[in-house]
């Protein structure tokens, strides 16, 4: 029996898949303990054909679904696993040589619980992430409200005790498996030493707002809010900001446009500061991402509200079926 399963999802990722099982043929452990599963969405370039190019190299398999959603895949991979830990990794990722070793450890000293990291990035990140990630995610340890499905570890056992990632999710799916899992008592810990580098981090202001557009889209679903509070709340509250802005323009009443202005910036300016020195430089352009943030989420909202409403309903006639 293998000791570890990882699994990767793919779509067209020729470009990336190729380094990301180089990084899995460098794992400092030993191979006959992993098993590679790579689960493809229908790619229409060589992703299959690269994966295939590594069987003498690791054990690794290809599973071809092409009518499934990034949850549905990590699923469909899962079921067929033989490990006995499920280790989850994206095709743009990186692992490092340490990774399963690390993990291993924890798992002795914390059993029965979920691990993983923020992701590292490459060297050729643009501002957006480097910034992003400087202020929210460096060196998170501890317990946390989840752990990136491109890097989130665990049992074989309690991923299905859990119940799996939701399959209906086009994205979020990650933080909804470990709301679920913090609701029954799991524990979900971060460790800096787990990161793996993630190459799609963002170039750009626009690669950060559409990627925050997709993780929006899907805040408000079944037990994810629990995870999503905190960004919900701030969506709601600048779509509020935003529709005074408006009635502002409509009424033309100075007065109202300059609180509903004043009230779209004050998140942004409050929540920028921090107590590393280092940050002080970087306030005016976090100042700029974390107002292009809430409003990106603020436009997705009603989006993810219907979304959330839809796949409720499609839940309710399954489990009448």
């Known amino acids: 029996m293998k000791q570890w399963s990882i699994i990767i999802p793919a779509l067209n990722e020729e470009k990336h898949i190729g380094a990301c099982l180089d990084s899995i043929c460098g794992l400092d452990s030993s191979q006959e303990e992993i098993e590679v599963l790579v689960v493809d969405n229908g790619s229409t370039d060589r992703t299959v054909a690269v994966v295939n190019s590594y069987s ?8 071809v679904r092409s009518d499934l959603r990034v949850g549905g895949l990590r699923n469909a ?4 696993a033989c490990g006995r830990y499920l280790a989850f990794l994206d095709a743009d990722c990186l692992a ?5 070793e690390t993990a291993s450890r924890i798992f002795l000293e914390y059993p029965g619980t979920i691990t993983g990291s923020p992701y590292a ?4 990140a643009g501002w957006p992430a480097r910034i992003w990630h400087q202020r929210f995610h460096r060196n998170k340890k501890g317990e946390v409200s989840y752990v990136p499905g491109g ?25 909804q498996f470990c709301s679920r899992a913090l609701n029954s008592g799991t524990r979900v810990l971060a460790f800096p030493e787990l990161a793996v580098v993630h190459l799609g981090a963002e170039k750009n202001l626009r690669h950060f707002a559409r990627r925050q557009l997709w993780h929006g889209s899907n805040v408000c679903n079944r037990a994810g809010i629990r995870g999503n509070s ?6 709601g509250y600048t779509l509020f900001c935003a529709l005074l802005i408006a009635a502002g323009l409509l009424l033309w ?20 500061p921090s107590k590393a020195k280092q940050h002080l430089r970087l306030m005016p352009k976090l100042v700029v991402l974390i107002l292009t943030y809430a409003l990106v989420r603020a436009y997705a909202l009603p989006i993810a509200a219907f979304r959330g409403l839809r796949d409720c309903h499609l839940r309710q ?3 009448r079926i």
Not at 96 to 100: D, L, M, R, T
Not at 121 to 124: F, I, R, S
Not at 158 to 170: T, V
């Open 56 to 63: 003498d190299r690791i054990d690794v398999r290809v599973l």
């Open 77 to 80: 991979a899962a079921q067929l």
């Open 96 to 100: 490092p040589s340490n990774w399963i």
């Open 121 to 124: 990035l490459p060297v050729d």
């Open 151 to 175: 890097n989130l570890l665990l049992e074989r056992t309690l991923f299905w005790k859990i119940g799996g990632f939701d399959s209906l999710l086009r994205s979020n799916e990650d933080s």
């Open 230 to 235: 905190r960004a919900i709340g701030l969506a």
């Open 253 to 272: 009443q100075s007065k109202l446009l300059l609180a509903a202005f004043a009230g779209l910036l004050l998140p942004p300016i409050t929540m920028a």
């Open 317 to 319: 006639r399954q489990e």
